[in-house]
C-alpha cells in the first residue's frame, strides 16, 4: 500500500536527515504542490551502497535496474523504532527520519509511567541507554538503581537501571533522548552517557525529542503513515501498584487510537505475549484483525509445527511477526530459502512479518543474532538484499522492521510491492 506523506513535516525535516539526495527548492518548501509530495521520499545513498556490495547476480541486476525509478512510502517498510541507525530511537527526530525514507508504518514500543501514562520506549527499563537521564540528578535520584561509577581498582563496571515508571509523564518530557548505549568504563554520568557503536552515529544525537504514546500518534497522523504500537512486557509486577492490571494496560494502548479517532485499519497492535494478542482480538475486534504476536524463542519441535501454527489461528492470531532468522535457514548448496517454521506459518494461513534489518552492523562476519540460521551463507553487507528478497518472494512477508527504512522502501519499489 502506498501513502500520501505530509509535505509540511517531511519538508521541515530535511534539516536533520541524515544520507538523503538534496532537495529542490519547490519540493522542499510547505507551499509546494501536492503532486510533489512523492518526490519528498528518498531513500539517500544506502541502499545503492548495498546493491554494489553484493554478489553478481539476477538479483543485483533487477535491482539496479531500478536506480533512477521514483520512489513512494510503502507499508512493507516499517520504522522499527523510527530510523535508529542513526536517529536516537522512539523520537520525534527518528519518527520523521522513518516516513521521510517511506516507510509506510511506524514503530512506537509502549511503556507506562510512574502516573501510568502511556510513552514511547523500547523497554520499560531502558531510560539509563536510551536518554539522559542519569545525568540529570534529580531523576537519576529516582531510578530503580542510580548510576553507580565503574571502579578501575576493583574492575567494577558502571551500572544504572531507570525506568519508565520510576517517574511521571512531565519528568519523562523533560529528558532527551539519545542513542541506545552506554559506556561500561564511566566514573561520571556525563561519560555513562556514550558507548555509541562505531557503526551508528551520535551526529544526529543533539536533541533527541522524547514522545508520549498519544504524541506519537499525533505526529504519525500528520506524516500520513500507519502505526504499529508493541506493548512491553513490563519489568514490575503487576498488577502495577496492586491495581493496574496487564488488561488495563492494553486496553488503554488501544484507547488512545480510539480517542485519536485513527482508523483501526491503520493500526498493528504488537505484543510478545500471546495473552495480550488474544485479549484484543476478543475485546476490540476491530483492532484485533491486525494484531501481531512477536516471537522471539528457540525453535522446538512443538514451536515450528504445524499444529502450533494452526492453534494460533483458532485462536484468531492474523500475524506473526518472528526474527528474521526463524524464518530462514540453508538448503544443501548453501543458499538461503524458507525454513520449516516460516512454511508452517503460511500453511497455516498466518500473515508474517520480519524484523529487525540492520541492526547488527557490517555483515561481513556472519550478521549475527539476526542472521543466526543463515550465517554461513552471510559475508557482505549486500547480503541484506539477498535476505529481503527470500523473506519477501519465498517466504511471502507483508513487511520487514528495519533500523534504516531506506532499504527496505528501495526493495519495496523495485519490485512492485
Not at 8 to 18: E, F, K, Q
Not at 272 to 301: C, M, R
Request: charged share 20%; net charge negative.
Amino acid at each position: 500500500m502506498k501513502r500520501t506523506l505530509s509535505l509540511s513535516l517531511l519538508a521541515g525535516s530535511i534539516a536533520v536527515m541524515s544520507g538523503c539526495s538534496t532537495m529542490d527548492h519547490n519540493a522542499s518548501t510547505p507551499e509546494a504542490s501536492p503532486t510533489d509530495s512523492q518526490a519528498l521520499v528518498q531513500v539517500g545513498p544506502r541502499p545503492y551502497f548495498l546493491i554494489n556490495n553484493m554478489d553478481e547476480g539476477k538479483l543485483k541486476q533487477s535491482l539496479q535496474a531500478c536506480e533512477s525509478k521514483p520512489v513512494t512510502s510503502s507499508t512493507f517498510s516499517i520504522g522499527h523504532r523510527g530510523a535508529p541507525m542513526q536517529f536516537p530511537e522512539h523520537t520525534r527526530e527518528s519518527y520523521i527520519a522513518a516516513a521521510r525514507m517511506g516507510a509506510g508504518i511506524v514503530e512506537c514500543d509502549v511503556a507506562f509511567t510512574k502516573d501510568r501514562e502511556l510513552v514511547c520506549r523500547h523497554a520499560q527499563n531502558d531510560l539509563h541507554t536510551t536518554t539522559n537521564i542519569v545525568a540529570v540528578p534529580e531523576l537519576n535520584a529516582k531510578c530503580t538503581k542510580p548510576f553507580t561509577p565503574a571502579d578501575p581498582a576493583t574492575g567494577q563496571k558502571a551500572e544504572a537501571e531507570c525506568r519508565t515508571s520510576d517517574i511521571t509523564l512531565a519528568e519523562f518530557k523533560s529528558l532527551r533522548g539519545k542513542m541506545d548505549a552506554f559506556n561500561a568504563d564511566a566514573t561520571t554520568p556525563e561519560e555513562y552517557l556514550g558507548g555509541t557503536a562505531d557503526w551508528r552515529t551520535d551526529l544526529y544525537a543533539t536533541n533527541g525529542t522524547v514522545l508520549s504514546h498519544r504524541e506519537s500518534i499525533e505526529l504519525l497522523k500528520e506524516l500520513g503513515v500507519q502505526f504499529t504500537p508493541e506493548l512491553k512486557t513490563p519489568v514490575v509486577d503487576m498488577p502495577f501498584e496492586g491495581d493496574y492490571t496487564q488488561q488495563d494496560y492494553a486496553r488503554q494502548m488501544i484507547n488512545d487510537y480510539v480517542q485519536a479517532g485513527v482508523s483501526p485499519s491503520d493500526v498493528w497492535p504488537q505484543s510478545f505475549l500471546l495473552e495480550d494478542v488474544v485479549f484484543w482480538i476478543n475485546e476490540t475486534p476491530e483492532f484485533g484483525k491486525q494484531a501481531v504476536f512477536l516471537d522471539e524463542d528457540d525453535h522446538s519441535p512443538e514451536n515450528v509445527s504445524l499444529e502450533y501454527m494452526e492453534s494460533l489461528v483458532q485462536q484468531g492470531v492474523p500475524v506473526l511477526a518472528p526474527a528474521i532468522w526463524k524464518m530462514l535457514t540453508l538448503n544443501s548448496n548453501n543458499e538461503i530459502v524458507p525454513s520449516e517454521y516460516a512454511l508452517n506459518a503460511k500453511a497455516a494461513g498466518l500473515d508474517l512479518i520480519g524484523w529487525s534489518l540492520e541492526r547488527s552492523g557490517p555483515l561481513n562476519s556472519g550478521g549475527g543474532w539476526y542472521y543466526q540460521s543463515v550465517t554461513d551463507a552471510i559475508n557482505n553487507d549486500g547480503d541484506m538484499f539477498t535476505v529481503i528478497d527470500v523473506l519477501a518472494q519465498e517466504v511471502g512477508v507483508i513487511g520487514i522492521f528495519s533500523d534504516w527504512p531506506a532499504t527496505t522502501t528501495y526493495y519495496a519499489n523495485c519490485m512492485g510491492i
